[in-house]
């Protein structure tokens, strides 16, 4: 059987992915249910990053979490609309998304 050396940078994205798993679990409650709720919200963090790029996929977190609390400020029923609204004003200004992935 061969093994595989997995490079320092997997195992880094692992970690974060990880430490983000645990932050998520001490902040909500699990439920079967809720998947389809938070892969919205992960998808639309993606998009706006860039694809492949994961450090412009924190950022579009970021860009998420923070017009959904301003969203919810003005009004509490606005929360995840601001997101989903900031998200498609920045997909119809950059459609590749922020930082998108350079090839090469």
Not at 6 to 13: F, L, S
Not at 58 to 75: E, H, N, P, T, Y
Not at 79 to 91: D, M, T, Y
Request: aromatic share 8%; no cysteine.
């Amino acid at each position: 059987m061969e093994t595989v050396a997995v490079k320092k940078p997997a195992k880094a994205k692992t970690w974060i992915i990880a430490i983000a798993g645990v932050f998520l679990a001490v902040r909500t409650n699990f439920d079967p249910a809720i998947g389809p709720a938070r892969l919205i919200f992960g998808f639309e963090a993606v998009i706006i990053g860039g694809l492949g790029n994961m450090w412009g996929t924190l950022v579009g977190g970021v860009i998420l979490g923070v017009s959904q609390a301003i969203g919810a400020q003005i009004d509490p029923g606005w929360q995840l609309l601001a997101g989903h609204i900031v998200f498609l004003a920045i997909l119809a200004v950059r459609p590749q998304g922020l930082f998108p992935k350079v090839s090469g």
